[in-house]
């Protein structure tokens, strides 16, 4: 990657550093950016559907379960070899003990190819639904005011900003997913300091492929995750990954998150069109012993219309 596009896109990214995040923990983040960048897309210049589905701390009950699914495209006649606007949607829905929050995404990606690599940036908007069902609880104090009333799709809009450069061996990502910080006090949706508040956040990734024979090649990952501001500043996060890909065809890969967990990814091409990945997260810290394991599999399905593009499975496309 040029170093001159890399220090643009520095330039351009300074004024979303004063961000920090609490969205969702995804082990296989590298396979579906769009969750947490609306840069990425239609960066893969084809349709691409992808649904995913996480169970973290299986022997907890009430612990997060979460869902998605999202669509992206670049907009134009498939024929021309390259299209500059890429529009995408995305659906996530997570439970956690009586809580849920369904959350809706689109997002708008305006790309610029230069000689060596593709600068890409992005917007979405959507708008979170949350409910919570109170009413479930067993209470310590039953007639607890804060636990009165269940809270059921109020409304919490939000954008979010990010910057995606990529060429055919490498990427580099940042990203605010969520810029407004939306209070809930029970009574009505409005940004300011209060009980129930969202966090923003910065998330920084990177990716890039080495050869390492006919059959092989090497491919880290890493992403960085920053959540939260003033008294209600989270730790850094980091997740480091180092996959081997076989014949373009079958990734393992294993994953470090400086959360106290290791993280075991296989992932398969299954058809042109096709692929799947499973990923098992294994807990470090204190609370292994009572946790069980963390579940997460991805499906992916890609609309070619034009096969003599695409010859080639997923992993040596661009990123």
Not at 18 to 42: C, E, V
Not at 96 to 110: H, I, M, P, Q, S
Not at 234 to 244: E, G, K, R, T, Y
Request: neutral net charge; proline residues 3%; hydrophobic residues 35%.
């Amino acid at each position: 990657m040029n170093r001159k596009y890399f220090l643009l896109l520095t330039i351009m990214l300074l004024p979303l550093c004063s961000f920090g995040q609490s969205d969702q923990h995804y082990t296989m983040f590298m396979y579906n950016k769009l969750l947490y960048n609306p840069a990425y897309a239609g960066s893969h210049d084809l349709t691409t559907i992808n649904a995913d589905y996480r169970d973290q701390w299986d022997a907890i009950n009430g612990a997060p379960k979460t869902a998605n699914i999202t669509i992206d495209a670049p907009i134009g006649s498939f024929m021309k070899s390259f299209r500059k606007v890429a529009l995408g949607f995305s659906m996530t829905n997570e439970t956690l003990g009586v809580e849920r929050n369904t959350d809706f995404k689109t997002c708008y990606a305006y790309r610029i190819k230069f000689k060596s690599c593709i600068l890409s940036m992005g917007l979405s908007a959507g708008a979170d639904l949350y409910s919570a069902n109170y009413s479930d609880l067993n209470l310590y104090q039953p007639n607890d005011p804060n636990f009165a009333h269940n809270v059921k799709n109020n409304v919490l809009p939000n954008f979010g900003a990010g910057v995606y450069v990529y060429d055919d061996k490498s990427y580099l990502s940042f990203s605010v997913p969520n810029m407004l910080q939306n209070a809930y006090d029970k009574n009505e949706i409005r940004i300011h300091n209060n009980i129930a508040k969202q966090s923003t956040g910065l998330y920084i990734s990177t990716g890039y492929v080495f050869t390492v024979n006919e059959t092989m090649k090497l491919e880290p990952n890493a992403i960085m995750r920053m959540a939260g501001q003033g008294n209600n500043t989270l730790p850094m996060s980091f997740d480091i990954n180092l996959s081997a890909i076989y014949l373009e065809r079958f990734l393992i890969g294993l994953t470090y998150r400086t959360d106290k967990s290791f993280e075991g990814i296989v992932h398969l091409q299954a058809t042109q069109r096709i692929n799947v990945g499973y990923a098992y997260d294994y807990l470090i810290s204190g609370l292994s012993g009572y946790s069980g394991g963390t579940h997460e599999i991805v499906v992916g399905y890609d609309i070619i219309k034009d096969n003599s593009k695409f010859l080639t499975p997923r992993f040596i496309k661009k990123f």
